[in-house]
């Protein structure tokens, strides 16, 4: 089975100012990773994935997340946020094989203020 | 491309009653994934439709949940009798194919108040 932490349950910074968005995962296989937002009354975007290659990934509105197996990671960061950034962030695992139920964690809520 | 269709976007119910949600996914999607989003938790499989046939069901309580895909296209999710812990935000996603890495595009929910 796969669980995924994300070890902030709300993260308040201010604008302009660079974020990181925490998350560890626990899986006896290999897995995909993914992070998600939920913008208010909206269903999940997908911001970025990492499924192979470079451990380092980018995605849309400036995110990048990298993939560090040893620790078991995948922290999301933004250099430089933006008021539009206020949202609920979600950190997701996939199998690469076998049952290939995605897998959430319970959340982060990001707060911008100016 | 028309994302996925959710309705209805809010219902508020008292319990005992029974409720139905429709999804319609993205044309020429074969997946289909119904998940439970509690207030403050992540969200939850609670179905997973390959075409008209279901891949999991694990987690979802069939005493009182149900879900069909008859024609393989869109799909209804049934709650009956529905609980007060039944108040969430229920996703509709689908995906291209079910392989790991083809994404899940998700509609906006349909917001369930059990009172």
């Known amino acids: 089975a796969q669980s995924v932490t994300q070890l902030d349950s709300q993260v308040p910074v201010f604008e302009e100012a660079p974020v990181e968005l925490r998350c560890n995962y626990s899986?006896?296989?290999?897995?995909?990773l993914f992070w998600y937002v939920q913008y208010p009354n909206q269903g999940l975007q997908l911001l970025l994935k990492?499924?192979?290659?470079?451990?380092l990934v980018k995605g849309i509105n400036g995110f990048e997340a990298e993939f560090n197996k040893s620790q078991t990671s995948f922290h999301l960061r933004k250099p430089s946020v933006h008021i539009s950034d206020t949202a609920e962030y979600f950190c997701?695992?996939?199998?690469?094989?076998?049952?290939?139920?995605?897998?959430f964690g319970q959340g982060t809520r990001l707060t911008i203020n100016p | 491309e028309a994302g996925v269709a959710q309705s209805p976007r809010y219902k508020i119910i008292e319990k005992r009653q029974s409720v139905a949600f429709w999804c319609n996914p993205i044309?020429?999607?074969?997946?289909l994934y119904w998940y439970q989003q509690i207030l403050g938790q992540g969200p939850k499989l609670l179905i997973q439709?390959?075409?008209?046939?279901?891949?999991?069901d694990s987690q979802l309580p069939k005493d009182r949940f149900s879900a069909e895909r008859l024609k393989g296209v869109d799909s209804t999710l049934k709650i009956q009798p529905a609980k007060l812990e039944d108040s969430a935000v229920y996703l509709c996603?689908?995906?291209?194919?079910?392989?790991?890495?083809?994404?899940?595009?998700f509609g906006n929910g349909t917001r369930l108040t059990v009172t």
């Open positions: 439709f390959q075409n008209n046939g279901v891949v999991d």
């Open positions: 996603a689908s995906s291209l194919e079910s392989g790991s890495n083809s994404p899940l595009h």
């Open positions: 044309s020429g999607h074969a997946t």
């Open positions: 997701a695992v996939r199998p690469i094989q076998g049952a290939q139920k995605l897998v």
């Open positions: 899986s006896s296989v290999s897995v995909y």
């Open positions: 990492y499924l192979s290659g470079s451990t």
